[in-house]
Structure formats: C-alpha cells, structure tokens
C-alpha cells in the first residue's frame, strides 16, 4: 500500500532523492566507496559540500549578493545558542511565537538582556502577533518564520534597523520572500531539504565581528566560514541528500513554482476543514501555515474512527504534537497534492458515515 507521509519531521523527502542517494551508499560516484565511507576532505565530497552551499544561496535569490551558506551540526536548537554568542552584546529582541521561539529566547538570556516584544502564548500560540514595534537599540531581532506544533506562518516580516535573523526550520525554500531583507537564516534539514544532522546557516558578510567576548572554535560562525564549512568532520551523508534535494527543487524550477503546488496542498485540505462540520482548525486563519495545518475533531468519539480509517488509507504522520494534540498534516515541498486529495476524502468519507 502506498504511504501518504504526513509526518512533521523527519518528514517526506522526493523519492527520486531516495533512489539516488541509496545508490551512492552503496557506491558514490562510480569510486567503489560509499557516500558513508569517503574521506570528508576527498574532491568528490568538497565539491558536493561546495555545490550544496552554492544552491542554497541561488535557490533564495542570494548568489553574489553578500551572504554565505554554511552546513552545521546541532540542529536549530544549536542554532539558539549558537545566534546569542555571536551576535548578543547587549541586549536582543525576540518574537515569542511557540515552543520553539521560546527555547531560543531562553538560551539567548545566557548572554545578556532579552525584549520579549510580543507574544501569542495568552491564546496558546494559535496566532502570530500584529503591530509590534521592533527596538532600535538591540543587537538584533530574532523570529521564527512558521510554528510546525501550532500550525502558525508568518506573512509578513517587519522592516528593521537593526540586523533580522530568522528560524526557517520548517518553511525553507516553500515560499517565495524577499531574503535579501535578512541577515541571518538557520533552518535543520529535516523539513524541506534532507534527513536529520545538519543545519544549514546563510548569513550576511558583515555581521559578525562585534560582540566582545572569546567564542568557542566550534561555536564561531567566523571559525567556520574561514574554513568553507569544514572546520570538523561535517555530516557528509546529510549534506549530501541535502545537496540532492536542493538539486530537485531546482529542476522543478525552484521556489516560485513549489511555493504554487504548496498553495494548492494547503487551499485543499483547509477547504475541507472550514466546510467539514467533524473538524476545526486550530490557528487563527490569516496566520495558517502552508506547510502545517493544525485541526481537531468537534466530536471526540469519532477519533478511533479516524484513526483507522487514515490508517486503512495509508495516512502516516497526523497525530498532532503532544502538547497540542488533535491532528497535524505536514506538507512539506515533496509531499504529492494526491497525498493531500487521499486525506481529505477519507474525512469527507467520515461526514458521511457521521
């Protein structure tokens, strides 16, 4: 039976990207070595390193215009730290949209002083704040683009002064923005690009460099622009799957024509829960996700039901979050629109059988 993977990440990846990257487990470039056994330092893995770091920067519109791109390890979450000892002198300004926003906010209080401008934790994060003003005086301002637990996305992104960074995680590369209007982006892998174990980083020449204190090596993004992203052993089976997606995207025709079948995926599947009288959205509907869509059921007895009728259809990943609960459909870039179609028949079907 066919899976419709819905998961929020790890999640789907192209299966074209599956076929070519288990061949290269079992032989990477015609070498007779696996992608998992080559030295990180040969030419065949700089130059997947150096193709991923490229099509990162031309996917976004960044090639040749300031910006660098970098392949971590942490995750997002090293990213948190990782922001606030670079960049935090004094004082840094932050969007509290979720679980996420809050964890990096935590670890940037480690450094100095944290403006908490606006929050939309009183309605359990189902909305994204409006008619925030941004600081002048801070080092910098820090949002999170899209909220994968509440199903939340920034449409908007304010002008500022002061230097923009943003947690991309799990919208990278679905939408079309204007980038430029950032100085630095982080986003894990595991959403849009590739599996788990690698972050990628872009940030803009000229931001680092002004905050007083020593760094760590592995913690200094300078350490690791000055060494092309392979200051230590990267995650060279990540990067690579990564590079492949990237590739992907590119043939399809990049951001524009992705971000359209994203418009479609989302339009279907919240038509169905705005007309459905079995479900609810969860998030407020001028901030609704297009990569996460966050709904419950209005009657609880018909969870079992649900569950074995999405079960029946091949329906893997919609459990939503733990701390939310209710139902979670992940549509990230390499999610098929059939996915979605089979998800919203089978609640179609629920109403009917209701």
């Not at 509907?285 to 869509?293: F, G, H, K, L, Y």
């Not at 098929?336 to 109403?351: H, N």
């Amino acid at each position: 039976m066919k899976k419709h993977n819905f998961s929020a990440g790890p999640c789907i990846l192209p299966q074209e990207v599956f076929q070519e990257a288990s061949q290269a487990v079992l032989d990477f470039n015609n070498s007779g070595l696996s992608i998992l056994e080559i030295s990180h330092r040969s030419k065949d893995f700089v130059n997947v390193m150096e193709e991923a770091r490229s099509l990162s920067l031309e996917l976004l519109g960044l090639k040749d215009k300031g910006y660098q791109a970098l392949f971590l390890q942490g995750g997002a979450s090293m990213e948190f730290l990782m922001v606030a000892y670079n960049l935090l002198e004094k004082k840094a300004a932050y969007l509290n949209t979720g679980t996420w926003a809050a964890k990096a906010l935590k670890e940037a209080k480690l450094f100095g002083e944290v403006d908490v401008i606006a929050s939309s934790e009183d309605k359990g994060f189902n909305y994204i704040p409006k008619n925030y003003k941004v600081p002048t005086d801070a080092d910098y301002f820090h949002c999170t683009s899209n909220n994968t637990i509440y199903g939340t996305q920034m449409k908007k992104f304010p002008t500022s002064s002061i230097p923009l960074v943003c947690d991309m995680s799990s919208d990278i590369f679905s939408r079309q923005l204007d980038f430029s209007k950032f100085d630095l982006i982080y986003a894990g892998a595991q959403k849009n690009m590739g599996p788990a174990g690698t972050t990628l980083v872009i940030i803009k020449d000229g931001l680092l460099g002004k905050v007083s204190r020593k760094i760590p090596s592995m913690l200094d993004y300078k350490q690791h622009l000055d060494k092309d992203s392979m200051f230590n052993t990267p995650s060279v089976f990540p990067v690579y799957v990564s590079m492949l997606t990237l590739r992907w995207l590119k043939a399809l025709g990049g951001i524009e024509v992705i971000e359209k079948e994203n418009q479609k995926k989302a339009t279907l599947l919240y038509s169905e829960i705005d007309i459905n009288p079995l479900f609810k959205g969860y998030t407020a509907q001028e901030d609704r996700s297009i990569m996460n869509a966050t709904f419950n059921l209005t009657n609880d007895s018909l969870k079992e039901e649900f569950d074995k009728m999405c079960k029946e259809a091949g329906i893997n990943g919609i459990n939503g979050h733990r701390s939310v609960g209710g139902y979670r459909a992940s549509m990230y870039n390499a999610l098929p629109l059939e996915s979605v179609e089979v998800l919203v028949d089978v609640m179609s079907d629920l109403e009917r059988k209701a």
